[in-house]
């Protein structure tokens, strides 16, 4: 068609540049979508003008992608703050002024951002699952793959801090507790409150998120073994509401098998330290026998210098006692005392 | 920490049946003498309200009143045990899994076949209550942690003793050093002595 060739502008360098401007990860933004828009309204039947109108609405998926992955990943900052709070709240209690109510608030808080983002992040997934079919270039496919990855993976390490501070959070309550009996020594406390029909506790997570439930659904229910009970059922509450379908027996039937999976671990450790004991025992008593040889040495010494002692005046007053010589000398003194005695007087 | 009752009931696949006592040991000593008998068929119906609320495979805990009803449900069998408050929950249940295992080897399957209540007491569950007051001995787990409580404090005043013996023989050590010093002087005196003046 002679028409053809003479109404179209040759733009294909335009479009290639601006194929590599969209290959760029980060420069993909609703702004590119303007040229491409309105360089596809200057064509006219042309053959480069199927691609122009994928970029047009890829483009927009590519936008709602990033809008999405910026928003999860600034809940994902959020929660991360708002972690570091919790976590110094838990570092900071002490036996008599404990925050709890705002621990427990602020543990449920991030819970609840955390599957947020859990689930957000699922829906990333399959977004871009979805618009990787139909796509482009492979770059871009693995651009929003990698964008995926990078925030499951922060979403991952922010679910271990929390979880890291759950259970320091326990571990604080643990010495709480004990040096509470050690000062007030009253009802045992250590003969857990059973369960109560009345107040269920929901653990296993019927929640959707598939990506971390296993790791943040096992915290509510290894902690709430190890707090007191009550504060366990407070702080389930929250997540009564969300899993009220929930049978009650379950939960209770968990509490069991981990209550005693927990002794067991107590139990564990206390051999753990028992042994630690013994070994400091050991090295005591061989220091010990270090001193005890010392001790020895010191008194074969003292033998020995006695003995030699003991031999020389033995030996004196041998010589003492048997002396000829000396009698002798003793005479001659005496003679001499006369003589002289007699010298000066006579 | 006292078990008032240990019962096994055979509970039947649907609900609108009572369950059946298979086994019933009640420890009535701490009420009167005119209330033990009531409180004997308080215990009973309670035990198969319960009963029969406890689905299979399932463990249950039951307050009620001043007691702690604990429940465990095995494919029918269901074993149920009347503890007060202080009573830990784990050995109760590992109490009762006790009681449920002594029960099916004795008497095999023979209880599904029951429909009228057994009145008939097994000595074993009355031996058990007894000797079951004390939770450790049902838990060999709080047992075994006792006694590594126990061995700890031992320990302790062990070590205790030996930082004692060091400090005697930190003494010990000293005086002797001591004695060598003066015998070794006394040695030297006496050869001093000995050598020295011939003439005297």
């Known amino acids: 068609m002679p028409v053809k060739t003479t109404s179209y502008r040759d733009r294909t360098h335009e479009f290639e540049s601006l194929v590599e401007k969209l290959k760029k990860p980060s420069s ?10 309105s360089s596809g309204g200057g064509f006219d039947g042309n053959p480069t003008s199927a691609p122009q109108e994928t970029t047009r609405s890829a483009a927009p998926i590519q936008s709602e992608f990033n809008k999405r992955a910026s928003r999860i ?7 991360s703050q708002k972690l570091s709070k919790l976590a110094k709240l838990a570092k900071k209690t002490s ?5 709890t109510l705002e621990i427990q608030e602020l543990t449920t808080v ?19 699952n979805s618009q990787n079919e139909g796509n482009l270039s ?4 693995a651009h929003s793959t990698t964008v995926v990855d990078n925030l499951k993976n922060s979403l991952m390490t922010t679910t271990k801090e929390f979880k890291e501070v759950l259970t320091l959070r326990t571990e604080n309550m643990k010495v709480h507790e004990n040096r509470r009996q050690l000062f007030s020594s009253s009802a045992s406390k250590e003969s857990s409150n059973p369960f109560i029909r009345q107040r269920p506790l929901a653990t296993r997570a019927a929640a959707s998120a598939a990506i971390s439930p296993p790791p943040w659904a096992s915290e509510p229910s290894t902690s709430s073994q190890l707090f007191p009970r009550n504060q366990a059922e407070g702080e389930s509450h929250p997540l009564l509401q969300q899993q009220q379908s929930q049978q009650q027996l379950a939960p209770l039937q968990d509490n069991f098998v981990q209550s005693r999976a927990t002794a067991l671990q107590n139990v564990e450790s206390t051999i753990h330290e028992l042994g630690n004991i013994f070994t400091q025992l050991a090295t005591m008593v061989s220091q010990q026998g270090e001193l005890a040889i010392r001790i020895d040495e010191n008194m074969e010494d003292t033998l020995a210098s006695v003995e030699g002692a003991q031999s020389q005046l033995m030996r004196y007053f041998n010589s003492i006692s048997s002396n000829r010589w000396l009698m002798i000398k003793i005479f001659f003194i005496v003679i001499l005392f006369l003589m002289i005695f007699l010298f000066f007087v006579a | 920490m006292k078990i008032t009752a240990l019962l096994v009931l055979k509970v039947g696949p649907d609900e609108s049946k009572d369950p059946v006592i298979l086994a019933n040991a009640t420890d009535v000593s701490s009420f009167g003498f005119f209330q033990k008998s009531s409180v004997r068929e308080f215990i009973v119906f309670v035990g198969r309200t319960v009963a029969k609320r406890t689905p299979p495979g399932q463990r249950q805990s039951v307050q009620h009143e001043e007691y702690k009803v604990h429940a465990y449900n095995r494919n029918g069998l269901c074993a149920l045990g009347f503890m007060d408050d202080h009573y830990p929950v ?6 009762l899994n006790q009681v449920l295992d002594e029960y099916q080897k004795n008497f095999g399957d023979a209880w599904r076949a029951a429909q009228a209540d057994n009145t008939q007491s097994w000595p074993y569950l009355d031996g058990a209550l ?8 049902a838990d060999k787990l709080l047992k075994i942690q006792r006694e590594l409580d126990e061995t700890k404090i031992i320990l302790h005043k062990t070590i205790d003793s030996v930082l004692e013996r060091g400090e005697k023989l930190d003494s010990l050590v000293e005086k002797s050093s001591d004695l060598s010093a003066a015998s070794q002087m006394f040695y030297k005196q006496a050869k001093k002595t000995n050598q020295c003046c011939t003439m005297l």
Request: aromatic residues 6%; without cysteine.
């Open chain 1, 28 to 37: 993909l933004s609703p702004a590119s979508t303007a040229p491409s828009s």
């Open chain 2, 130 to 137: 007894s000797k079951f007051q004390d939770p450790a001995e």
């Open chain 1, 110 to 128: 991030i819970k609840q951002d955390i599957t947020a983002l859990n689930s957000a992040v699922v829906d990333l997934q399959l977004l871009s």
């Open chain 1, 73 to 79: 990943a600034l809940g994902i900052h959020q929660t």
């Open chain 2, 90 to 95: 784990r050995s109760s249940f590992s109490l």
């Open chain 1, 95 to 99: 036996v008599f002024d404990d925050p």
């Open chain 1, 138 to 141: 492979s770059d871009s496919s």
